[in-house]
Nanobody, 121 residues
């Protein structure tokens, strides 16, 4: 089994920063793309950023500049540094990874359970 667990969420004031982390554990062979998504204001889950195994990054055009994605392959971790947070950033943030699982011997997509980020004005 593979599990993804997010950490680092919480409540902040507008203009402050937060750093989210997502740790993958379990029967992991290798990890391809890692990504962050969020659900805000009752909207559908939206893409924030992705980073490939070659460290190529891609951001949502609406969020580029305030959010920075990173990865640590040795620790099977993806991070999201969020700066100048706004009240409209309030929501649940999810990590996603494409993982080669040793048990099933195939690629599969895994999601974290989500972590709350609250930004007050």
């Amino acid at each position: 089994q593979v599990q993804l667990v997010e950490s680092g969420g919480g409540s902040v004031q507008a203009g402050e920063s937060l750093r989210l982390s997502c740790d993958a554990s379990g029967s992991i062979g290798s990890i391809n793309d890692m990504a962050w998504y969020r659900e805000v204001s009752g909207k559908a889950r939206e893409f924030i950023a992705t980073i490939t195994s070659a460290d190529t990054v891609n951001y949502s055009s609406a969020l580029k500049g305030r959010f920075t994605i990173g990865r640590d392959n040795a620790k099977n971790t993806v991070s999201l540094q969020m700066a100048n947070l706004k009240p409209e950033d309030t929501g649940v943030y999810y990590c996603k990874m494409e993982i080669w699982t040793k048990e099933a011997w195939r690629w599969a997509t895994f999601w974290g359970t989500g972590i709350q980020v609250s930004v007050s004005s």
